[in-house]
Nanobody, 114 residues
Framework: QVQLMESGGGLVQPGGSLTLSCAVSGGVISPATVGWYRQVPGKEREWVASSGAYGRRMYADSVKGRFTISRDNAKNTVSLQMNTLKPEDTAIYYC????????RGQGTLVTVSS
C-alpha cells in the first residue's frame, strides 16, 4: 500500500513563499507520475501541478510561473515550491502518486492571509 505524507503547510502573508514536501512510502516514485491537488472545503478539487516519470512538469494556469514542482527519486519525495502566494491559494494541498492506481495523502493546510 502506497502512503503519502505531506508537510510544510502553514500561515503565510500574501506575496510570501512556502515549500510543501511529500514523503512517499510503500512504492517507488521513479516510474510514477506525482503531483499536487488542492481543495477548499465546499468547493471542487483543483489540480495544481504534476511531474511525470520522464521529467515532464505541468502546471495549472492559476499557478504557472509562481509554483515549481520537483521530485527526488533517490529520497522518494516530492516538493512544491510556492512563491508570490495569493489569498486565493488558500486550500488544503494534497500530494498524489499515480502508477497503475492513484494514491493521495491526508493533506496539509496552506493559509495565505495578512
Amino acid at each position: 500500500q502506497v502512503q503519502l505524507m505531506e508537510s510544510g503547510g502553514g500561515l503565510v502573508q500574501p506575496g510570501g513563499s512556502l515549500t510543501l514536501s511529500c514523503a512517499v512510502s510503500g512504492g517507488v516514485i521513479s516510474p510514477a507520475t506525482v503531483g499536487w491537488y488542492r481543495q477548499v472545503p465546499g468547493k471542487e478539487r483543483e489540480w495544481v501541478a504534476s511531474s511525470g516519470a520522464y521529467g515532464r512538469r505541468m502546471y495549472a494556469d492559476s499557478v504557472k510561473g509562481r509554483f515549481t514542482i520537483s521530485r527526488d527519486n533517490a529520497k522518494n519525495t516530492v516538493s512544491l515550491q510556492m512563491n508570490t502566494l495569493k489569498p486565493e491559494d488558500t486550500a488544503i494541498y494534497y500530494c498524489y502518486y499515480k502508477h497503475h492506481a492513484e494514491y493521495r495523502g491526508q493533506g496539509t493546510l496552506v493559509t495565505v492571509s495578512s
